[in-house]
């Protein structure tokens, strides 16, 4: 069966030590390669059906803390502002067109629209600008592999409504910590691109979807 283009990615990536091959909540890792870490846990590649009470995944990170090569530290709300300036820089040089962003004390929720670089290649960007305005404002040692290595996770979004229920995803992370909503001047209103007003019912996109009774 014919499937609709990819019109959007939600990307999701860890702060250095944040998400470990053996998290209770399952992991993107094959292998355990800290030996010091296998015994917190047994790895499972993939994220977990059931997945844990938020206090069991505290007590984790709680106990390899002392076990990491590198200090556990997440960002306060200077550091997730330098953050998000290094983010506006690389989105508006690289003319990425942001929908949703939540930058929170240990990962990030992007959802980027389609562009010539894939997604791997966005978060890089992200990553290495926001790593380098850190260090920069002194804020991370030079030393410190302030991001987990790696590109993190990537959801495709091929339908309009997709790209909708992602963003309120992204948009209530920061809510559902007890944090204020983030509004960051990157971020674009989504405009149901690209079934957007005035799109043609005859582009490639429109006659993809048409083909498995997903249009309009």
């Given at each position: 069966?014919?499937?609709?283009?990819?019109?959007a990615?939600?990307?999701?990536w860890?702060?250095?030590?944040?998400?470990l091959?053996n998290?209770?909540?399952?992991?993107?890792?094959?292998?355990?390669?800290?030996?010091?870490?296998?015994?917190?846990?047994e790895?499972?590649?993939?994220?977990?059906?059931l997945?844990?009470?938020?206090?069991?995944?505290?007590?984790?990170?709680?106990?390899?803390?002392?076990?990491?090569?590198h200090?556990?530290?997440?960002?306060?709300?200077?550091?997730?502002?330098?953050?998000?300036?290094?983010?506006?820089?690389?989105?508006?040089?690289?003319?990425?067109?942001?929908?949703?962003?939540?930058?929170?004390?240990?990962?990030?929720?992007?959802?980027?629209?389609?562009?010539?670089?894939?997604?791997?290649?966005?978060?890089?960007?992200?990553?290495e600008?926001?790593?380098?305005?850190?260090?920069?404002?002194g804020?991370?040692a030079l030393?410190?592999?302030?991001?987990?290595?790696?590109?993190?996770?990537?959801v495709?979004?091929?339908?309009?409504d997709?790209v909708?229920r992602?963003?309120?995803?992204?948009?209530?992370?920061?809510?559902?910590?007890?944090?204020?909503?983030?509004?960051?001047?990157?971020?674009?209103?989504?405009?149901?691109?690209?079934?957007?007003p005035?799109?043609?019912?005859?582009?490639?996109?429109?006659?993809?979807?048409?083909?498995?009774?997903?249009?309009p």
């Amino acid at each position: 069966m014919t499937q609709p283009l990819v019109i959007a990615h939600h990307l999701i990536w860890t702060a250095y030590g944040w998400w470990l091959p053996n998290d209770p909540r399952g992991s993107g890792s094959h292998t355990i390669r800290n030996e010091l870490l296998a015994e917190f846990g047994e790895l499972h590649y993939g994220r977990k059906k059931l997945q844990p009470a938020g206090k069991i995944v505290r007590q984790f990170y709680e106990q390899v803390a002392d076990v990491l090569k590198h200090p556990l530290l997440t960002f306060d709300e200077p550091q997730r502002l330098l953050v998000g300036e290094a983010f506006a820089q690389v989105i508006e040089e690289q003319r990425y067109t942001c929908y949703a962003c939540a930058i929170m004390p240990d990962h990030v929720h992007a959802v980027i629209r389609k562009h010539k670089h894939q997604a791997e290649e966005m978060v890089d960007f992200l990553k290495e600008a926001s790593r380098n305005l850190l260090i920069k404002n002194g804020q991370r040692a030079l030393t410190h592999p302030t991001w987990l290595a790696g590109h993190g996770w990537k959801v495709f979004l091929d339908h309009p409504d997709e790209v909708w229920r992602t963003i309120r995803y992204v948009e209530q992370n920061p809510i559902k910590i007890g944090l204020p909503a983030q509004s960051w001047s990157f971020v674009k209103p989504y405009d149901n691109w690209p079934l957007h007003p005035g799109h043609s019912p005859n582009s490639p996109y429109a006659r993809r979807l048409r083909a498995v009774g997903r249009y309009p």
